[in-house]
């Protein structure tokens, strides 16, 4: 987590300076004629900005932070990743959280690979269907259930509610990365805006 915190700051500055310059790059192209280019500060230009700000950011890619981030915390606070204790009841948790990942593969398996499945598309097809929009939502699933398994085994979770400080615990370690999520994607959209 230190390195996270050393350098994804530098990064959200890096992007911060890249989208100031091009916020004067593009008015610089367009005050100079340049075909394609639209320009940041024309009126146009700061109606896009301002107007379209929370819709540039909902993307599909936002959901899979959040959830992944989640699934982070979940994994990371039930010990499942901690290697130093190793006795009876941590092996007996591993192999039940075991049971519980490959038995919820498995009902993933029948669910997206039987010839009629429930998350096959209409045409019978694994890309797109409900299977591939809903894939990084299943890998959070399979993830926070195998580990809350482990932890109420193992005694890392006593009650239900640890399990939501655990998740709520990934998203504070994560939020770093959401603020990169918003400077880099609001860059790709501006990018986009002014050259496409």
Known sequence: MSCMNKFIPRIALLLLAAECVLVLLSWLLEATQTDGVRSLLSSEGLRWYFGQYVAVLLKPQ???????????????????????????????????????????????????FLPSGLLLSSTGRLWPSPFSRSLVLLLTLIIVLASATFGFLFRTFTKPIDVFNAFSWGLAQCAPLFVLYLLATHLYESLCYVFL
């Open 62 to 112: 936002l959901i899979w932070l959040l959830l992944l981030s989640g699934a982070f915390g979940t994994l990371w606070k039930s010990g499942l990743v901690d290697y130093r204790a190793s006795n009876y009841r941590r092996h007996f948790a591993i192999r039940a959280s075991l049971l519980v990942l490959v038995l919820l593969l498995c009902g993933l398996l029948l669910l997206a």
